[in-house]
């Protein structure tokens, strides 16, 4: 198990470090319009500016955009979808990717049972998961010190960052789970990332319009949502449900993963 979790982090380590280079460019330059435009209430004044269904999907009114943890509380939905997107292909393909690249049967000559290759590739995930939400993590912190921010920031974004991670493992879990059940392995990717930005379109539109707030509980994001965690209104029992599928994907991965028929 050890060597298949050392490879499957040597096989993902290039992944990782273009998304984590990719999240601190993204979260650095936010910071850096931030400041270029903040001052008294004119970043308010910005996003007032905005029509109102983007006014309401960025919580203007709720967050104060002068704030720079509020600021960029209100735009975290779009960091977050690059992380959870590889969240969700990491899931897929750290188990598609062996009937893709026609290593099952050397893979299978291994003297592990399918348990300990799913749990060495599970762990490997987990660990690439956790990388790349220390990176957001630093990302923002070194972002709001290199413009001389003065908000008290730290407990926010470690509770943005926990509620992200959650999200992460629920959709590579999900990743595994299709990857383990879809006859087409090399689906699984793709149905992974449609769930991601599913849940990406589903928060827009319950946010923008404010008229179909019953969809929230079929959205990941409105279990983690920034409002409530920087509001201090977040209930503790949110991630839940959430946890529990993320269990039943995982239980049920290692389920269909040992009586998988593999296309060599």
Known sequence: MTNILKHELKFNRKSLIIYSFVVF???????QEFSAG???????????MMPKPLQNAMGVGVFDYGVAIEYFGGTFIYFALVVLIHAAMLGANIIA??????????LNTKPVSRNEIL???LSAAFILIVILNIVMLLSIIISMTSINSEDNYIKSTISLCAGLFCMQ?????AGVFFACILKNSKR???????????????????????QVDFLRWITLYKYFDPKDILKESYNIFYPV?????????????????RNRNFKC
């Open 119 to 121: 749990t060495g590739k």
């Open 169 to 173: 493992i629920f959709l590579a879990a």
């Open 25 to 31: 460019i993204l979260i650095f330059i936010s910071m």
């Open 241 to 257: 449900i959430p946890l529990v599928i993320t269990g039943l994907f995982v239980v049920y991965s290692y389920r269909f993963y």
């Open 38 to 48: 903040s001052g008294g209430q004119s970043m308010n004044e910005i996003m007032q």
């Open 97 to 106: 990717k062996e009937e893709r690249d026609k290593t099952v049967e050397f």
């Open 188 to 210: 699984a990717a793709s149905v992974a990332m449609g769930l991601a930005m599913l849940f990406f379109v589903l928060q827009f539109i319950i946010d923008s319009t404010g």
